[in-house]
């Protein structure tokens, strides 16, 4: 079973705490969900094979929810620092991608793309090189292999409470004024080659 993790999480500039709070409740909601869902497998196994093709489809929507949440909410712990500029990352982003301003808008433009999901930066290690993706549904879009450098939450239950439906530029320009770049550039200097 799944334990729901706590986030160490000061006062983030332009997202405010009832936001955070809906948004954790939503994540420990995933985390539950998962754990109900575990259980069911586990009754279903000697049952139903329709029954268990449903609820292992569903498992891998809550799993992937749990877990981008539980990335998400880690980039901002401890608090916004900024990105180290001469590190690995950074010096990594800049050779793909020519600058870290031109990685920033192509992220930033996965963002701004119409619908709900996940912009997610990935890094490929067995071809060295960056992905931007778009994952919807949690659980559609996801680069196998690849490991989670970055994600920014772009369903509604993110924004649109306090920003609109039309606030989602400025909801990201709040994600990456609260980002932890400490968090993002351990993620990527973690990777084993």
Do not use: C
């Not at 729901?4 to 997202?15: D, H, N, V, Y």
């Not at 498992?59 to 001469?86: C, I, K, M, N, V």
């Not at 490991?147 to 989602?168: C, K, N, S, Y």
Request: proline content about 1%; aromatic content about 14%.
């Amino acid at each position: 079973m799944y334990t729901e993790k706590t986030f160490a999480l000061s006062s983030l500039e332009g997202i405010t705490p009832e936001s955070v709070a809906a948004h954790l409740g939503l994540y420990a909601g995933y985390v539950k969900n998962l754990n109900t869902l575990l259980a069911s497998k586990e009754a279903l196994a000697t049952g139903d094979a329709y029954a268990l093709a449903e609820v292992t489809r569903r498992l891998a929507f809550e799993y992937d929810g749990a877990r981008l949440h539980e990335l998400y909410f880690e980039q901002w712990e401890g608090g916004s620092t900024p990105l180290t500029t001469s590190g690995t990352l950074a010096t990594a982003l800049t050779k793909q991608f020519g600058s870290l301003e031109a990685w920033e808008k192509q992220f930033r433009a996965v963002g701004m793309m119409r619908g709900i999901g996940w912009a997610i930066l990935y890094f490929d290690r067995e071809a060295r090189m960056f992905h931007h993706a778009w994952v919807s549904e949690h659980h559609e879009g996801l680069l196998a292999g690849a490991d989670i450098i970055l994600a920014l939450d772009i369903w509604e239950h993110a924004f649109v409470a306090q920003f609109g439906t039309a606030g989602r530029g400025a909801y990201i320009d709040a994600f990456f004024k609260n980002l932890n770049w400490g968090v993002v550039e351990k993620r990527f200097a973690g990777l084993k080659a």
